[in-house]
């Protein structure tokens, strides 16, 4: 089990670093987060604070990061109804 917590950090802070990395070499102007890691924070306030990019926290109705909805420009709550209508823009 340790081994895999251990894993799963070092994903989180690549992730985190290719994040900041896309932004500075201007892959994106606005990055979609599907993940409730407070830890990512540090690297969002840079990137939305330092180099003027938009990070949208996606999130289920319940659980969600109090530190990331107040740390990302803004939230989106991921409901049944959107998931289905996007569904059923691409069918498969």
Known sequence: MDCYKSWEKGVDVQLAIYMIIDALTKKYDTALLF??????????????KGLNKEVI?????TP?????IQT??????ITKEIILKSMANHPQ
Not at 57 to 61: D, I, K, L, S, V
Not at 64 to 68: G, P
Not at 72 to 77: D, H, L, M, R
């Open 35 to 48: 993940s409730g890691d407070a830890d990512f924070c540090p690297a969002i306030r840079y990137i939305v």
């Open 72 to 77: 990302c420009s803004k939230y989106q709550i």
């Open 57 to 61: 926290y996606c999130c289920f109705p």
């Open 64 to 68: 969600k990061t109090s530190e990331l």
